[in-house]
């Protein structure tokens, strides 16, 4: 199982009058009710993160644990989508990326980003859409889990 995890609006709400305190490790405090949303989604179905936020290269992997570690978030493993030297927007990187990973068929999408409204069928059915000024919230845990539960074939 994998979660394609957002950061700016999912996890940091996007709130352009005011920036988000900026933590030790160099990226911003994640709001604490999407922190507790997100362990619940990590805790009940083992699922791992894959990184699709435009932060995703700005730390190593490594640093990526940490900065989720530092926020209490414990994570089983974590990636990233590829560097994106085309300037692909959103919906485009992870078409490319489904396409590309025909194997994998149990996954989320956690995202702020309205554009994702136009992926394909099977991939709309995938994505949970929240809302930028509050960010993951117990009421899409629920949404997260039953799709993570439902084989792609099945959706």
């Given at each position: 199982m994998l979660i394609l995890l957002d950061i700016?609006?999912?996890m940091v709400p996007a709130k352009s009058w005011s920036a988000p305190p900026i933590l030790e490790d160099g990226f911003a405090m994640f709001n604490a009710k999407s922190v507790k949303a997100?362990?619940?989604?990590i805790d009940k179905s083992k699922a791992d993160i894959l990184?699709?936020?435009s932060h995703k290269s700005r730390f190593s992997l490594e640093e990526w644990a940490v900065i989720f570690k530092n926020r209490g978030i414990s994570i089983n493993n974590i990636d990233r989508l590829p560097q994106?030297?085309?300037h692909l927007n959103r919906?485009?990187?992870i078409t490319n990326?489904?396409?590309s990973n025909d194997k994998i068929d149990n996954f989320v999408i956690i995202d702020d980003d309205t554009s994702l409204n136009g992926l394909s069928g099977y991939l709309k059915t995938r994505l949970v859409l929240t809302k930028p000024l509050i960010g993951l919230t117990s009421s899409h845990v629920q949404d997260?889990?039953?799709i993570l539960n439902t084989p792609l074939e099945l959706v």
């Open positions: 700016d609006g999912v997100l362990n619940e989604i990184l699709t936020t994106n030297h085309h919906l485009e990187e990326w489904y396409t997260s889990l039953r």
